[in-house]
T-cell receptor, first 115, second 111 residues
Framework: KAGVTQTPRYLIKTRGQQVTLSCSPISGHRSVSWYQQTPGQGLQFLFEYFSETQRNKGNFPGRFSGRQFSNSRSEMNVSTLELGDSALYLC??????????????FGPGTRLTVL | GENVEQHPSTLSVQEGDSAVIKCTYSDSASNYFPWYKQELGKGPQLIIDIRSNVGEKKDQRIAVTLNKTAKHFSLHITETQPEDSAVYFCAASIPGNQFYFGTGTSLTVIP
């Protein structure tokens, strides 16, 4: 069974630009969660989508948004990029919505560098 | 919301020794506690998990214990090997809510 895939793996952008990251969950998984990982802050929860609906949202500004498609694939978008947005963005999928005791499986991440 | 604290932040052990990483959580409603291992350049990989109705779980050299009364859970790695060197994260999950992660422990196993 294929794991969680994320594209692109690496991205370099400049301040003020916007970026879209993509995540394909494990086949059959309907929940996708996004995390930002930085050396000083660890894993910070961005949002979770389940059956195309945003279920939970972390404490990030409105510049961070996401969506989920009917095939469970998810995208996250960051507008007006800032230097502090440089991070590893991780996507995790699970069978059911989080909080139901289902395991989350992570993708390899997208390394975003903002210059 | 839930608050997960993880200690220590760094840990060095000699090959063959045991390593213990501890996490505490604040919300007694948390009922699922996974542990992840993250190697350089990769995403976190689940290594073991435990649910609130179980006190201990073991998988070969890895074990996790849960103390619901004290609200803490620990990861135990025995007979450590150099390939165990990585960053380890604990997490807690509340029904209907997101996962909350600890800040990570960088484990170095010295050959």
């Amino acid at each position: 069974k294929a794991g969680v895939t994320q594209t692109p793996r690496y991205l370099i952008k400049t301040r003020g630009q916007q970026v879209t990251l993509s995540c394909s969950p494990i086949s059959g998984h309907r929940s996708v969660s996004w995390y930002q990982q930085t050396p000083g802050q660890g894993l910070q929860f961005l949002f979770e989508y389940f059956s195309e609906t945003q279920r939970n949202k972390g404490n990030f500004p409105g510049r961070f948004s996401g969506r989920q498609f009917s095939n469970s694939r998810s995208e996250m978008n960051v507008s007006t990029l800032e230097l502090g947005d440089s991070a590893l963005y991780l996507c995790a999928s699970s069978l059911a919505a989080s909080g139901g005791g289902d395991t989350q499986y992570f993708g390899p991440g997208t390394r975003l560098t903002v210059l | 919301g839930e608050n997960v604290e993880q200690h220590p932040s760094t840990l060095s052990v000699q090959e063959g020794d045991s390593a213990v990483i501890k996490c505490t959580y604040s919300d007694s409603a948390s009922n699922y506690f996974p542990w992840y291992k993250q190697e350089l350049g990769k995403g976190p990989q689940l290594i073991i998990d435990i649910r609130s109705n179980v006190g201990e779980k073991k998988d070969q050299r890895i074990a996790v214990t849960l103390n619901k009364t004290a609200k803490h859970f620990s990861l135990h790695i025995t007979e450590t090997q150099p390939e165990d060197s990585a960053v380890y994260f604990c997490a807690a999950s509340i029904p209907g809510n997101q996962f909350y992660f600890g800040t990570g422990t960088s484990l170095t196993v010295i050959p």
